[in-house]
T-cell receptor, first 115, second 115 residues
Framework: NAGVTQTPKFRVLKTGQSMTLLCAQD?????MYWYRQDPGMGLRLIHY???????AKGEVPDGYNVSRLKKQNFLLGLESAAPSQTSVYFC??????????????FGPGTRLTVT | AQSVTQPDIHITVSEGASLELRCNYS??????LFWYVQSPGQGLQLLLK??????LVQGIKGFEAEFKRSQSSFNLRKPSVHWSDAAEYFC?????????????FGPGTSLSVIP
């Protein structure tokens, strides 16, 4: 199993450009998440999905959109990138059954720089 | 609101020395508690978890953590540190929400190991 994969690994954008980050998992997990990681702030939840076709906002959703058209994929979009979105983005997934839903499996991350 | 604090931003230990990383949480009910490790350039990996029962939990890579309700703490320990343990460590608490099971991450503690 590949687990959770993310593409691309690195990206540099100019302010105002758009892009999509792709997350894929092969563990048949129901739940998927997008986080951003900034120094000294831990991980903050951007959006999450509890199943195919459903998405919801997390703590810091502004400036991002997501889609979950297939159970195994969770896409994160930036419509008009801003320097404040420079960060490392992590995708995660988990089961939905009881306590297992708290055990999240993480991808390797995407380092995004917006100039 | 639930929160997690890790008082130490950075810790340096010598290889072979013992290690304790501190974690304090704020949560009204019995918490679900986790420690994750992030090696450089990698995603987060679950080290151990506490749901209930024995307050001393064992994890992977020789780590253990002890839940102390009276101190609202869940400190991570290892008796003898190896150079490969150099990484970022995140404490986290699970919060039951109506729509999904939220995980709140602390800001992280960076561990350096001196050979």
């Amino acid at each position: 199993n590949a687990g959770v994969t993310q593409t691309p690994k690195f990206r540099v954008l100019k302010t105002g450009q758009s892009m999509t980050l792709l997350c894929a998992q092969d563990m048949n997990h129901e739940y998927m998440y997008w986080y951003r990681q900034d120094p000294g702030m831990g991980l903050r939840l951007i959006h999450y999905s509890v199943g195919e076709g459903t998405t919801a906002k997390g703590e810091v959703p502004d400036g991002y959109n997501v889609s979950r058209l297939k159970k195994q994929n969770f896409l994160l979009g930036l419509e008009s990138a801003a320097p404040s979105q420079t960060s490392v983005y992590f995708c995660a997934s988990s089961y939905h059954t009881g306590k297992s839903s708290y055990e999240q499996y993480f991808g390797p991350g995407t380092r995004l720089t917006v100039t | 609101a639930q929160s997690v604090t890790q008082p130490d931003i950075h810790i340096t230990v010598s290889e072979g020395a013992s290690l304790e990383l501190r974690c304090n949480y704020s949560y009204g009910a019995t918490p679900y508690l986790f420690w994750y490790v992030q090696s450089p350039g990698q995603g987060l990996q679950l080290l151990l978890k506490y749901f209930s029962g024995d307050t001393l939990v064992q994890g992977i890579k020789g780590f253990e953590a002890e839940f102390k309700r009276s101190q609202s703490s869940f400190n991570l320990r290892k008796p003898s540190v190896h150079w490969s343990d150099a990484a970022e460590y995140f404490c986290a608490v699970g919060e039951r929400k109506t729509s999904y099971d939220k995980v709140i991450f602390g800001p992280g503690t960076s561990l350096s190991v001196i050979p």
